[in-house]
Structures are given as structure tokens and as C-alpha cells.
């Protein structure tokens, strides 16, 4: 009773002279490598019982007194915040037990936000499992008073139990972090692959995000980035730390290399493809590999390897057509597997486009066309994938492709103008991006129809293509955001001269679509009156040195900074601005 009386002493004296402390984990962005993000962890005095988070949390739930430590530690969250800019956001925990406490006084979080200039924007009520949520209904209540006020909400833990799963389903929260239980060794581990595939399925169809917890290894980051997780966290890529976060170099740049399209669940490299296979050693005797695929009649062939290095190919029907000779069962039966394996299989990197392997693989002889394709992953054995998976791969992407394309224009749409635009940030060469936009659209369509309308908007795609073909590169990209937005993607090394071609074919070729009528003045889309001769086309032009990292996000504001410029000026013009770069250009003309 005395030790327990003194631990209660303490424990006050720490909340009443505010000795805890917060710490804060980075989670980082598994689209550019980039910090999303911190998790505000709570420390107590590094000389006592308290400093574990766990036996302070617990020591506070048996005593009653949970809402009062959660209350200082949100404030101290608050108050320590390291995020470095507004798109940053902030990660608090939060019991479900204090949800339901009389004390859990709503409009008190608020005001210590603004005491310390941050928003509820900012901030994601993380909620964690002490203590399952027992009444749904309330905490949705409750849940969604936070919501109407900006604040976020996320459930921690998933995939660790029952309880966890039906958070998610009850409460829909923004965000979901998978549980370390299902993160760790997932690259050599099927199931957890397939669930996690799973759980990435739902969140595209719900619109949550999902954050993937305790990251301690390389191969667990590439598996994450390449199923879609949308950010990652854990000890690989930041400790909790009282200071902002660096991104190891090595680390981002594996992230750009297997990243997934955002917005799109199609296949576009090889590795997305490949299945386990049976492998074995040069060495090993026929009579083994025979005796292998009599047992296992679903098999089709298996990979011959030298120490993890796949050096050559036994298909199962040319391995029994070589045993059913007169002599050949005892000829071959003791002699090892490498004397009559295939030793010119196909064999790709996990990184190869699927459409390259395709033409690879449907290129080989006849009798050669449907053997299995070899993976690799760093050189060593990653997988198979077969020829009908990759030639079904590839339907499905121009099915997708054909889908998605805008039916006004048939240019790309916003799921290809993403994949291209991941593609060339990923390939890290210079490229260009033109983002163009109809000026008094809304004003052209309401006076001369949507049929004229719909004219106007398929021939400003027809001059984007045609100053592609005139000023651009074979490999250069076009496409149709929606309603009167284009964007093009080129590599040009003339990108100015590219935008006055957009602008001078446009000008000259507008005004067929007037009829011969005259006015003075149109109105904008917010009904003011504006001294105008008509549509104009305001032009972004965003040239991605790509020196230092850029990002989609960077791409994409930049050019709504050059677009609102662009906007503010009579006439068709475009303003650029370099990014990827130490230097900063800006240019209207």
C-alpha cells in the first residue's frame, strides 16, 4: 500500500509539474518518399517508473486518472509540434476509453491548437486499443463532432485483432495503420501479402489511407510500396526523435523505384506478376526433380539455381518427354538436374516494363513460347510468372486504358496522366509539363451552346497533339484532365517555343467559332463582367530539372501558382517556373 501511495505521489507531482515529454516518429509518404507526417509518442521522467509510455498509460488507467494524462499529453503534443510546413500533419493518440469520460470537455483541443498557431487540419486523432470501443454509436457521435471541426481520424492496430476491424467498419476512419504483426518479413510471407493486398483493395473503394507500422527492413519497404500502401512508418525510416526528420537518400530513392500509380491498380512491371516456384540446385539428382512433379501435378516446371542465382529452367513436360526413351530412364535417372536443364531461359529484372518481357517472351521459339519466365530480384531468384498472366496483364491495362480515356476527346485521362507523370519522376531525366486551360469557357458554352462547346474543347486537344507533333518528342504524352483542362508531358528541349505554338494555333483558329458575332465584354465564371475578345488559353509550364527529388504534389502546385498568374492577365500567355533545381525562374510572355 505504501509503494502503491508513493508510485500515486509521483505520478500526480509528474502531471502537476508537467514532466512528460513527446517524441515524434516520422511517417513517410510511399508515393515520393517525403515526411507526410509524425506520431506524437509521449515519454515520462527518463528516471522514473513513468518513462515507459506502456507503464504510464497503464498505471493511469488502473488509478482513474486516464483523461488527465491524455490531456497533458496532447497539450505537450501540441506545444513540442515539429511539423515543418501546413500539409503536415500531426498524429495524437487517443484511448477509446477517454472518448466516453465526462471530462473529455469537446473545443479544449482547439484551443490549445490555436495558442500554438496550428489548425485541426493538422492534427489526426489516432485511436488506440487500451480498451475496445463499447459503444459504437456513441463514439461515431463523438468521432464526427471532431470531424465538422477539421480533425482526422485514424484507427491504430488493424489486423491485430476482431475488435480493430470492426472500428473500421463502424467509424470509417481517414486513416488505417496496419499492425506491426502483419508488417514484419511480409516480403517472404504469401498470406500476409494477400491480406495486406486485401486490405489495400478496400481502402482504394473507401477513400482511407493506409499507414504501415514498424518498418525495420529494406525488403519490407519494397514489398509495402510496390502493393500500394500509401505511407510507411517504423525504426528504417525514423526513430522518434524531439527533431524534424531526414529521409535517408537510399531509402526515397527505393521508394521511387517501386511505387505504384496512385489512383490505378493496374500492372506495370514485371515483379507485380511473379508467384513462387519450386526451386532447386544444380546438383541435385533427376530422379528428385522426376519424383517432385509426380507429387505435385499442378506444377509446371521448376528453377535451377547456383546459391539463390537462377541459372537455368525445368519445364515439367520436357523433363517427362526425355524420360520416356527406350534408355533414357536409366541413362538419365542418377545424372544431376543441370545436364538437360534449359540453360537460356528468359530471365528479367523484377523492374521491367510487363509489355517489354511480353515481347521478349512471345518472341522466343515455338516450343519455347509458354515456358515459364524467370524473375529476379538484385540478381538473385525473386519468382516466376507465366505467359498467360502477362499477356492477360497486358488486356487488362489497355481494357483499363480504353475505361478511363475521356470519351470527348479519347485522350488519356487522369489515371494514365498520373502513371506518366510517376514515370518520368521516377526515370529522373528533365521533362516538361504543360498544364493549359480555356479562359470564359462557362461564358462560350452558355452563349453558343455545349454543342459548339464540345467543338471548342476537342479542337483545343487537336492543337495540343499537332504542337506535340511539330514541337515535341516521339515519346511525348497528351492528355485531357477534364472539362477545359489539358495537360501536356514532353522532353523537348525547346519548351518555351513548345507553348508558343500551343498559343499561336489556338489564336489562330478560335475564332471560326464565333459566327462572326462581335462583343466587347464577357463574364468570368463568377458572373463579373470582363473586357475580352473572347476564349483565351492560359498556359503552366512546369520544367522538372530533376537535379533534387521532385514529387507529383510539387509538380501539381506549381502550376496552379503559374495558372492563378496566367489567369490574372488579358489574353493567352503562359508563365514557367523551373523546379528540381537551386535556381528559380520565372518567365510570362
Known amino acids: 500500500m505504501k ?13 502537476d509539474k508537467e514532466y512528460i515529454y513527446s517524441v515524434y516518429q516520422p511517417i513517410i509518404s510511399l508515393q515520393d518518399g517525403q515526411v507526410m507526417g509524425y506520431e506524437a509518442l509521449t515519454r515520462g521522467p527518463k528516471d522514473s517508473p513513468f518513462h515507459s509510455p506502456l507503464a504510464m498509460f497503464q498505471f493511469a488507467e488502473q488509478q482513474g486518472e486516464l483523461y488527465l494524462l491524455e490531456q497533458l499529453a496532447r497539450e505537450k503534443a501540441i506545444k513540442g509540434s515539429i511539423l515543418e510546413h501546413p500539409q503536415q500533419l500531426l498524429f495524437i493518440n487517443i484511448s477509446s476509453q477517454v472518448l466516453y469520460d465526462p471530462g473529455f470537455v469537446p473545443g479544449k483541443t482547439l484551443e490549445i491548437l490555436q495558442k500554438y498557431g496550428l489548425r485541426p487540419s493538422n492534427v489526426v486523432f489516432e485511436i488506440t486499443e487500451r480498451s475496445s470501443i463499447e459503444d459504437f454509436s456513441l463514439a461515431q457521435k463523438i468521432l464526427d463532432h471532431y470531424r465538422k471541426q477539421g480533425y482526422r481520424i485514424a484507427i491504430d492496430d488493424a489486423g491485430a485483432g476482431y475488435s480493430s476491424l470492426q472500428a473500421i467498419a463502424e467509424l470509417q476512419p481517414d486513416f488505417i495503420k496496419i499492425d506491426r504483426s502483419l508488417i514484419e518479413n511480409i516480403h517472404k510471407n504469401k498470406v500476409k501479402e494477400y491480406i495486406l493486398e486485401t486490405f489495400v483493395t478496400f481502402a482504394h473503394k473507401m477513400n482511407i489511407s493506409l499507414i504501415a507500422e514498424g518498418i525495420e527492413h529494406a525488403d519490407e519497404l519494397t514489398k509495402l510500396t510496390r502493393l500500394g500502401v500509401h505511407y510507411a512508418q ?19 530513392m527505393l521508394i521511387w523505384q517501386h511505387r505504384k500509380v496512385q489512383g490505378g491498380s493496374m500492372t506495370w512491371s514485371i515483379g507485380d506478376l511473379k508467384t513462387p516456384v519450386k526451386v532447386f540446385d544444380k546438383k541435385k539428382l533427376i530422379s528428385e526433380v522426376a519424383d517432385y512433379f509426380k507429387k505435385n501435378q499442378e506444377a509446371v516446371g521448376a528453377v535451377i539455381v547456383d546459391e539463390e542465382v537462377p541459372i537455368g529452367l525445368m519445364m515439367r513436360d520436357r523433363l517427362f518427354q526425355q ?26 529484372d523484377e523492374l521491367m516494363p510487363v ?74 531525366k528533365p521533362f516538361h509539363v504543360v498544364y493549359a486551360d480555356l479562359d470564359y469557357f462557362k461564358w ?81 465564371r ?9 476564349v483565351t488559353l492560359s498556359l503552366s509550364l512546369v520544367v522538372c530539372v530533376c537535379e533534387s527529388p521532385i514529387s507529383l504534389e510539387h509538380i501539381s502546385q506549381t502550376a496552379a501558382l503559374l495558372k492563378k498568374k496566367a489567369k490574372a492577365h488579358q489574353g493567352s500567355i503562359y508563365y514557367f517556373e523551373k523546379i528540381g533545381s537551386s535556381g528559380l525562374e520565372l518567365e510570362s510572355v
Open 526 to 534: 463568377s458572373g463579373n463582367k470582363v473586357k475580352s475578345e473572347g
Open 234 to 252: 517504423g525504426y528504417l525510416l525514423g526513430k522518434p526523435n524531439e527533431s524534424p526528420a531526414m529521409v535517408q537518400d537510399i531509402h526515397k
Open 3 to 15: 509503494a502503491q501511495s508513493e508510485m500515486l505521489e509521483q505520478f500526480y507531482k509528474m502531471i
Open 355 to 428: 509489355e517489354e518481357v511480353s515481347q521478349m517472351a512471345t518472341s522466343r521459339a515455338i516450343n519455347h513460347l509458354y515456358d515459364l519466365v524467370i524473375v529476379t530480384s538484385n540478381g538473385k531468384m525473386g519468382g516466376v510468372a507465366s505467359i498467360r498472366t502477362i499477356l492477360e496483364s497486358i488486356t487488362n491495362v489497355r481494357m483499363e486504358y480504353a475505361r478511363v480515356a475521356n470519351p470527348l476527346t479519347g485522350l488519356p485521362g487522369n489515371l494514365q496522366i498520373n502513371r506518366e507523370l510517376n514515370k518520368r519522376i521516377s526515370e529522373n
Open 323 to 348: 524420360l520416356t526413351g527406350q534408355y533414357a530412364f536409366s541413362l538419365f535417372w542418377n545424372r544431376t538436374i543441370d545436364s538437360i536443364m534449359d540453360e537460356s531461359p528468359l530471365i528479367v
Open 444 to 524: 462560350f458554352n452558355d452563349r453558343f451552346g455545349f454543342q459548339k462547346g464540345d467543338q471548342l474543347i476537342q479542337y483545343t486537344a487537336d492543337i495540343m497533339q499537332q504542337s506535340i507533333a511539330v514541337c515535341g518528342t516521339p515519346h511525348d504524352f497528351v492528355g485531357h484532365v477534364g472539362g477545359d483542362d489539358f495537360i501536356a508531358i514532353s522532353a523537348t528541349l525547346s519548351p518555351k517555343q513548345l507553348c508558343q505554338e500551343i498559343i499561336r494555333r489556338f489564336e489562330q483558329g478560335v475564332q471560326m467559332f464565333y459566327e462572326d458575332e462581335e462583343w466587347e465584354y464577357v463574364w468570368d
